[in-house]
């Protein structure tokens, strides 16, 4: 009984428009950030490097390069702290866990990219 009635709670605080992405995707996170009285929203750009499960508790952890210096986060997925989650682009990747990428430099740490297929001419002037 217990079980069910936490499993309702959580069920109200799950956001409906989670955008699906995976782990070594470049997404750009769009967070409200509050300072003072006012509430603006900062963009944090970056590559998926790790997803944890967990219905409310959900995480994931974007790594991106500021001025050399390898900055991480973690972002609550079902979070109302952040507007929108953009794919920029897919990435092509073996695993789940990407922490590999936090001792390359350069080149070598960037992540293969899947090219999405774009509509033909004959789809786009059909509809």
Known sequence: MRNAAIQHIEAKFLRQDVTV??????VRVHWKVKEGEKE???????????????NHRATFTVRKLSFGVGVERVFPLHSPRYEKIEVLSRG?????????????????????????PKPSKKAASAS
């Open 40 to 54: 603006r929203v900062q963009a944090f750009e970056g590559i998926v490097i790790r997803k944890t499960k967990g």
């Open 21 to 26: 992405f995976n782990t070594g995707d470049s």
């Open 92 to 116: 092509d990747v073996n695993r789940k866990r990407l922490f590999y990428l936090r001792d390359l430099k350069g080149k070598a740490a960037r992540v293969d990219v899947i090219e999405e």
